[in-house]
């Protein structure tokens, strides 16, 4: 079993930063993909970044790539998604997500994923 706790959501103006922090716990953390997805109402979840324990990151977009970065920390089992330039379509509630059935290359798709965390939310005003 794996438990995720997301923080650091809020409220920041167009081209600011925030750093979203994940705190994972459980026997199977070490092994498990985990990933950050993000959700607007009436939307589906869309993916924006993931690991795998090596620390390995795959991004949904190469403007997610350019202002976003992944940090997993497999001592202190955080991944933490560091935000930067933010605009205001970046707006929308983020999830962290942990896939226990994969190792080495993180999916982009919501379904593969186990376990979800409550979400925090994040508005970026224009």
């Known amino acids: 079993q794996v438990q995720l706790v997301e923080s650091g959501g809020g409220l920041v103006q167009a081209g600011g930063s925030l750093r979203l922090s994940c705190a994972a716990s459980g026997r199977t953390f070490s092994s498990s993909i985990l990933a950050w997805f993000r959700q607007t109402p009436g939307k589906e979840r869309g993916f924006v970044a993931g690991a795998n324990v090596r620390g390995a990151a795959l991004y949904g977009a190469d403007s997610m790539k350019g202002r976003f970065s992944l940090s997993r920390d497999n001592a202190k089992n955080t991944v933490d998604l560091q935000m930067g330039s933010l605009k205001p379509e970046d707006t929308a509630v983020y999830y962290c997500?942990?896939?226990?059935?994969?190792?080495?290359?993180?999916?982009?798709?919501?379904?593969?994923?186990?376990?979800w965390g409550q979400g925090t939310q994040v508005t970026v005003s224009s």
């Open positions: 997500a942990a896939d226990s059935s994969r190792k080495f290359v993180p999916s982009s798709f919501e379904h593969d994923y186990d376990y």
